[in-house]
């Protein structure tokens, strides 16, 4: 799914402005990836439409770079299907919270009981686990097993009938103290209505303050017809959505919320019991698209970057006026963004790239340095800039003449350079102004 969008974005990178038939264009290509990502289809098309009515208008003709501001509109409507803020587990006013995780078998419940466990007791909660899924007799050895892991106590009966046992598993929470009960139920290959039955009954006789659906994001649309027929069932009060470390498909995650209005809560990324994270709508949002913390570098460089300087900087740029004072400016402007690296490891397919590479921020300040040891007039006019005077310049910045030389020629290479992009716009109808 991420190359597909990577791919319907680079087009519109290219390009300055945006028509309605650009936004359209990158919107059909948007809806097959999503296809492809096993998204529901009328959630595929409900979420193009809207973002196309979005895209297609002022705020997006008008900024900096248009194609950008078409992504992040995107990844703000995908974090928007996804549940907005992320959701916490609601706990009872008068303990024990009774938490209920139902789901098909496999999908990760007696894990994720355990894993629950675990992260609620490192909150200083004392959870208890509940062996509820009477049918395998390896399913209770599995809780124990985990439990043991976590350190947190697991309360079983056996074979004996599940609500009887949910129930004396919370008599004995309020007698020890546990303030929370995780009910780890019994799953089948299929929904079917015997299951259902049981689950029902166990909501209604321990009315628990949390039913967790449980699903395997690997099994992409089927998890989100699970979820459907499970609250219509059941009526779940969140989901935890498994196996996020396998394939990295974000279809399930995104139908999810859409098709039963319930929000995902937590996610498992691994078979370890650590493995589990509140689930952040934007972050998978942002994961979907493949792009990195893109989004963040977006809204960094909008807020920091003042635009009338940046248009300013064009201007002047096309009209072979830039010196060492634009240059400073434009130094200036980087630096609001914090280090370089920073700025660098938010583009996506570079992160991963920098770990040996030893980026000096330094190295701006001392540029900087060589510009404001320049009287104004040798900003404005460089080519006053002679051996005297640069050594002048070099002594006090503290840098070599060498390096006022090199940046002398960098100038250089810049005025030639908006020189000849100056000559290749004259002439089209590209030169035309934004605003
Ligand atoms: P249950 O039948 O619903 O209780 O499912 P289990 O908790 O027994 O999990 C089924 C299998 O999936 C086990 O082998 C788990 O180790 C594995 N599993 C569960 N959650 C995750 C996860 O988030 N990531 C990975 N990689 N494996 C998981
Ligand atoms: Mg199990």
């Known amino acids: 799914l991420s190359e597909k969008l990577s791919n319907a974005f680079k087009k519109l990178k290219n390009k300055g402005k945006l028509s309605e038939n650009d936004v359209k264009e990158a919107m059909r290509e948007v809806r097959l990836a999503l296809l492809e990502a096993d998204v529901n289809y009328k959630v595929a098309k409900e979420l193009t439409a809207k973002i196309t009515e979005r895209a297609v208008g002022q705020d997006v003709m008008e900024s900096l770079t248009p194609g950008q501001m078409v992504v992040k509109i995107v990844n703000e409507e995908l974090t928007e299907l996804m549940g907005g ?16 995780l139902c789901g098909l078998q496999g999908s990760g419940k007696t894990t994720h009981a355990a894993k629950l466990a675990l992260m ?47 129930k004396e598993a919370i008599r004995n929470a309020k007698d020890y103290g546990n303030d929370v009960v995780i009910l780890d139920t019994a799953g089948r290959l299929h929904i079917d209505e015997e299951l259902m039955d049981e689950l029902k009954n166990v909501k209604a006789e321990v009315e628990p303050n949390e039913i967790l659906l449980v699903i395997d994001s690997m099994t992409g649309q089927d998890a989100v017809n699970v979820a459907k027929s499970f609250n219509e069932k059941l009526e779940i009060s969140g989901v935890i959505l498994t196996k996020l470390d396998g394939d990295t498909r974000g279809g399930a995650a995104l139908s999810v919320k859409a098709v039963t209005g319930k929000p995902i809560k937590f996610a498992g990324t691994g078979e370890k019991l650590e493995d589990i994270e509140v689930f952040h709508p934007d972050r998978m949002a942002s994961r979907i698209l493949g792009m990195g913390d893109v989004l963040t570098l977006i809204e960094d460089a909008q807020n920091k970057i003042d635009q009338d300087k940046a248009e300013e900087m064009a201007k002047k740029m096309m009209s072979n006026k830039f010196d060492f004072n634009d240059l400073n400016d434009q130094f ?104």
């Not at 916490?88 to 303990?95: G, L, N, Q, V, Y």
């Not at 991963?352 to 006019?381: C, Y």
């Open 85 to 100: 803020d992320n959701a916490r587990i609601e706990f009872a006013s008068k303990p024990p919270t009774v938490i209920m």
């Open 120 to 166: 609620l007791k490192n909150q200083n909660h004392r959870p208890l686990l509940v062996a509820c899924d009477i049918y395998r007799p390896a399913a209770i050895d599995q809780l124990k097993v985990v439990g043991a892991k976590a350190g947190v106590p697991v309360f079983e009966k056996g074979t004996q009938n599940p609500v009887k046992t949910a």
């Open 332 to 435: 200036a402007q980087i630096k609001k963004m914090g280090p370089l690296k920073g700025i660098l490891a938010k583009i996506p397919g570079i992160a991963n790239q920098l770990d040996n590479i030893n980026i000096d921020d330094r190295q701006i300040d001392w540029t900087q340095a060589i510009i404001l040891s320049m009287t104004p007039e040798e900003r404005s006019n460089p080519s006053l800039l002679n051996p005297s005077r640069k050594r002048r310049i070099a002594a006090g910045s503290g840098r070599s003449v060498e390096e006022v030389n090199r940046l002398i020629k960098q100038l250089e290479q810049m005025q030639k350079m908006m020189k000849q992009l100056k000559n290749k716009t004259k002439g089209t109808k590209g030169g035309k102004k934004r605003k």
